[in-house]
């Protein structure tokens, strides 16, 4: 969105919020700040998850480093597989140690 615009995004979450759509935000290279904010504020909102790709990935340019202290890197593929299983069955679904290309933090 557009400077100024932020608000009429943020309720346009709180409407899909409203109407059961949980937002699954997916951070990808060329994000910024400021997109990357808003994604995470969707899946706040919403009650999805923020997702990023990170170099591991070989997709596309580089990524930013991710702003969190601790995560774990996956494939994309399984981590779209546990992420929509864990909406489907309504808890969280965590990758086996097979599946873990990297830990930080």
Known sequence: PKPGTYDLTVNAAKTAR???I????????GVDDAAEYLLRVFAA?????HLFLT???GIGGSHQEPKIQCYQVTRLDALLV?????QLVGERVEPTPQEIIREVG
């Open 82 to 86: 546990r992420v929509l299983k864990s």
């Open 55 to 57: 170099d591991d990935s």
């Open 18 to 20: 409203s109407k059961g």
């Open 45 to 49: 909102v919403t009650g999805g998850r």
């Open 22 to 29: 949980t937002i699954l935000g997916l951070a990808a290279s």
